[in-house]
């Protein structure tokens, strides 16, 4: 049995992964230096692709082999198409996904090569999201890991409720739930005592100032701590080329190093690879949590080689 064929015979022994959150078109200028105000700077290269983080988490995870599932608006925009032939290629399926006619949100993109850097403007506020009446036609039973976006707490903590609801009737079926947490926390805590992993960026701990890996998760456990959560998720503090930090449920911190490469090409997307490559782990191949970052992080390294995702198989 090669490698590949191994792969997929411990993802079919599982029920698919579902990502709700968004998909959008990502307009990606590679520039020498990031552009002044007033001030054209050539682009060596320019295209666009199909992007978000449920999106790129989704396509990560289809590549490894497991079966995933997006609960995503689509636009019906022409343009759009395109994005969904992509995702209809790659087998993943959409079918449950609610249409709105708007434009589709897009983001520019500037991959920086001097500074190594990825800068972006993400803009989706006018399109809408996915919402609870939707979510409500999902058939649970098919799903063993739901990843949802830490957005739009109203509706996803409602949608997460309702998975939780789930759980208690269907204990030895468990559905195990993660989150992204990019945004201020006041209105995720409902959320973040409702799922087994939390994957916190690294832009947050610079909203909030919190200079490192370590101080960051002391931090975060101060806040899990004074809030007396009954349950509060396993934490994973997202670091870039720096690494992760692991934050267990009784504050107990691991440092998980990054992988070393020689050239950074592109890491749009490295923290969405991060995590589908931790879900593939913790949940197909049941491995630690330790073993699942580190994997995690090889794999976000890895991304970041190259351009796009295809070469994470
Ligand atoms: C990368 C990404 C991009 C998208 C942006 C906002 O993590 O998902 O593809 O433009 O974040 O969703």
């Known amino acids: 049995m090669d490698r590949c064929d191994n792969r997929l015979s411990f993802a079919a022994a599982k029920k698919k992964v579902l990502c709700v959150g968004n998909t959008v078109v990502d307009?990606?200028?590679?520039?020498?230096?990031?552009?002044?105000?007033?001030?054209?700077?050539?682009?060596?290269n320019s295209f666009?692709?199909?992007?978000?983080?449920a999106a790129n988490t989704a396509t990560v995870l289809q590549n490894l082999g497991v079966s995933t599932e997006i609960f995503v608006m689509l636009s019906t925009n022409p343009m759009f198409e395109l994005?969904?032939?992509?995702?209809?290629l790659r087998g993943i399926e959409t079918g449950n996904c609610p249409r709105d006619e708007?434009?589709?949100?897009?983001?520019?993109?500037?991959?920086?090569?001097?500074?190594?850097?990825?800068?972006?403007?993400?803009?989706?506020?006018?399109?809408?999201?996915?919402?609870?009446?939707?979510?409500?036609?999902?058939?649970?039973?098919?799903?063993?890991?739901?990843?949802?976006?830490?957005?739009?707490?109203?509706?996803?903590?409602?949608?997460?409720?309702?998975?939780?609801?789930?759980?208690?009737?269907?204990?030895?079926?468990?559905i195990f739930m993660s989150m992204d947490v990019t945004m201020e926390l006041t209105n995720l805590w409902p959320m973040l005592d409702l799922c087994d992993f939390a994957f916190f960026s690294k832009q947050l701990a610079t909203m909030y100032g919190w200079p490192k890996t370590r101080e960051a998760c002391r931090r975060l456990d101060d806040l899990?701590?004074?809030?007396?959560?009954?349950?509060?998720?396993?934490?994973?503090?997202?670091?870039?080329?720096?690494?992760?930090?692991?934050?267990?449920?009784?504050?107990?911190?691991?440092?998980?190093?990054?992988?070393?490469?020689?050239?950074?090409?592109?890491?749009?997307?490295?923290?969405?690879?991060?995590?589908a490559a931790f879900i593939y782990a913790m949940y197909v191949r049941e491995r630690s949590v330790t073993v699942a970052a580190t994997f995690a992080n090889r794999m976000a390294a890895h991304k970041c080689t190259k351009f796009g995702f295809d070469h994470l198989a």
Request: hydrophobic letters at 30%; a positive charge.
């Open 27 to 44: 307009c990606i200028s590679i520039v020498k230096k990031f552009p002044e105000p007033s001030k054209p700077e050539k682009c060596g």
């Open 48 to 53: 666009w692709q199909r992007g978000g983080t």
């Open 83 to 88: 994005m969904l032939h992509d995702l209809r």
């Open 102 to 174: 708007s434009n589709p949100p897009f983001s520019l993109v500037f991959l920086t090569k001097e500074s190594n850097t990825c800068t972006i403007t993400n803009c989706t506020s006018k399109f809408p999201y996915v919402t609870l009446e939707d979510f409500k036609k999902l058939d649970l039973n098919k799903y063993g890991w739901i990843h949802f976006r830490g957005r739009e707490p109203d509706v996803t903590t409602s949608m997460m409720e309702l998975v939780a609801a789930h759980n208690a009737k269907h204990k030895e079926k468990k």
């Open 224 to 275: 899990f701590r004074q809030r007396n959560s009954k349950n509060r998720p396993y934490s994973v503090f997202l670091w870039g080329s720096q690494g992760a930090g692991l934050l267990d449920q009784d504050g107990n911190y691991v440092r998980m190093h990054a992988y070393k490469i020689k050239r950074v090409v592109d890491g749009l997307g490295a923290g969405d690879a991060f995590v």
